[in-house]
C-alpha cells in the first residue's frame, strides 16, 4: 500500500521530519511539499499522513486549506498526523487545533515530534518573538542565538512509523 506524506514548512522541519519518517515506513512513499504542489490526487494511496509546523499557534495554512478540501477522502484513509514545534506543553492543544477533531479522532497516530530553531534563517522580529515566548519555559534549554538548535524527537518519528507499518 502506498504511502503519502504531505507537508508545509516555513524553515524545514517538517520536511526534515517528514524525510526522515519516509525512511522509517515500508512500501512505496512519495513526499509533497504542499508550498509547491496543489492539486493532489489521493486515490493511489492507502495511507496519508500529513504534517506541519507551530507558528504563532497556528499551523501554516497551506495545511488547513488541504484538510479542508480532502476532509471526506482522509476519513476513508489510514490516516497519519503530525506537527512540529518547540513548546511541549501546548503539543495536544495545537494538534487539535492544527487538523480539528474529526481527523485527530480518525488518525491512527497524531504526534507532536518537537522542532527546530534555525536562527540563521529568521529574521529580527522573528528572532526577538522566540526569544519572548521561550523565556521562563523550563523544557527548553537555555537559546544561544548565535547556534541553531534542534529538539526533534526520532523516537516519536520511529513510533509514527511503527504505527502506520501496522495499518
Same mark, same amino acid.
Not at 512505496?28 to 500529513?50: M, R
Given at each position: ?9 516555513? @524553515? #524545514?522541519?517538517?520536511?526534515?521530519? *517528514?524525510? +526522515?519518517? $519516509?525512511? !522509517?515506513?515500508?512500501?512505496? &512513499?512519495?513526499?509533497?511539499? %504542499? ?9 493511489? @494511496? #492507502?495511507?496519508?499522513?500529513?504534517? *506541519?509546523? +507551530?507558528? $504563532?499557534? !497556528?499551523?501554516?495554512?497551506? &495545511?488547513?486549506?488541504?484538510? %479542508? ?10 490516516? #497519519? ?32 515530534? #518537537? ?53
Amino acid at each position: 500500500m502506498k504511502t503519502l506524506i504531505v507537508y508545509a514548512t516555513k @524553515y #524545514g522541519c517538517a520536511e526534515k521530519c *517528514g524525510k +526522515i519518517l $519516509a525512511e !522509517k515506513l515500508s512500501g512505496a &512513499v512519495d513526499l509533497c511539499n %504542499l508550498k509547491e504542489t496543489k492539486d493532489i490526487d489521493l486515490a493511489p @494511496y #492507502g495511507k496519508i499522513i500529513i504534517g *506541519g509546523s +507551530i507558528y $504563532a499557534g !497556528k499551523v501554516q495554512k497551506e &495545511v488547513t486549506r488541504f484538510c %479542508l478540501d480532502h476532509g471526506e477522502e482522509l476519513l476513508k484513509k489510514n490516516l #497519519g498526523l503530525f506537527i512540529c514545534g518547540m513548546l511541549q506543553d501546548k503539543a495536544e492543544e495545537e494538534l487539535e487545533h492544527a487538523f480539528g477533531p474529526e481527523l485527530i479522532k480518525h488518525a491512527l497516530v497524531h504526534e507532536f515530534l #518537537g522542532g527546530e530553531f534555525r536562527f540563521k534563517r529568521m529574521n529580527f522580529v522573528e528572532r526577538l518573538m522566540v526569544k519572548m515566548v521561550t523565556k521562563g519555559d523550563k523544557n527548553l534549554p537555555s537559546i544561544d542565538m548565535s547556534k541553531d538548535l534542534s529538539a526533534i524527537s526520532e523516537e516519536k518519528i520511529l513510533k509514527l512509523a511503527r504505527i502506520m507499518n501496522q495499518a
